[in-house]
């Protein structure tokens, strides 16, 4: 579960967020690890999950735009 600090109007709430869903769990393989910690600090493990599946080209594409328009922080 995620909480998040809220501060509206001088007041501070948090709001805690569900767990993904088990069925969209992103499985273990090469670059799991690095995709779980590049890619969920903005996207849930689901949205990652439901896309098209893809060459690697396209995925390097994806990455390039979340990187350079986007401004994720993602390194080599």
Not at 39 to 55: F, N
Not at 61 to 73: D, H, L, N, W
Request: net charge negative; aromatic share 4%; proline share 12%.
């Amino acid at each position: 579960m995620l909480a998040l600090p809220l501060a509206a109007a001088g007041a501070e709430r948090t709001i805690t967020l569900p767990p993904d869903d088990p069925s969209a769990r992103l499985p273990d393989g090469p670059g799991a690890p690095e995709t779980r910690n590049a890619c969920s600090l903005c996207h849930s493990t689901d949205y990652i999950v439901m896309q098209p599946r893809g060459g690697a080209v396209q995925w390097q594409a994806v990455v390039t735009k979340m990187i350079k328009v986007f401004g994720a922080p993602i390194t080599d």
